[in-house]
């Protein structure tokens, strides 16, 4: 499984940007996505995440109300439409997929990252 982000860019304090995930590879395998960021000097944090069907969503409680997971398995596309966005919003947002392999079991794949910068 290949995932590649885009969407990210500089935005003011109480801007929107909407991020996208495009997965490819062995797709048909792909179980619960999400994303997460990663701040200078902090660690990876979970941001939402997002079950195969679409019907069950996660949210860390710092973007609640403010941010929306989505994805369209039809177009392997992931996204997350990030709205009231503050300067603590600031981070490289990473896609993450838990696909399931034979004989293996379930593995995480991550994309490249995208940087979200939110000017105050």
């Known amino acids: 499984v290949q995932l590649v982000e885009s969407g990210g860019g500089l935005v003011q304090t109480g801007g929107s940007l909407r991020l996208s995930c495009a997965a490819s590879g062995s797709t048909f395998s792909i179980d619960t996505m999400g994303w997460y960021r990663q701040a200078p000097g902090k660690q990876r944090e979970l941001v939402a995440t997002?079950?195969?069907?679409?019907?069950?969503?996660n949210y860390a409680d710092s973007v609640k109300g403010r941010f929306t997971i989505s994805r369209d398995n039809a177009k392997n596309m992931m996204y997350l439409q990030m709205n009231s966005l503050k300067p603590e919003d600031t981070a490289v947002y990473y896609c993450?997929?838990?696909?399931?392999?034979?004989?293996?079991?379930?593995?995480?794949?991550w994309g490249q990252g995208t940087q979200v910068t939110v000017s105050s």
């Open positions: 993450n997929a838990r696909a399931w392999k034979i004989f293996v079991g379930l593995l995480n794949y």
């Open positions: 997002i079950t195969s069907g679409g019907g069950s969503t």
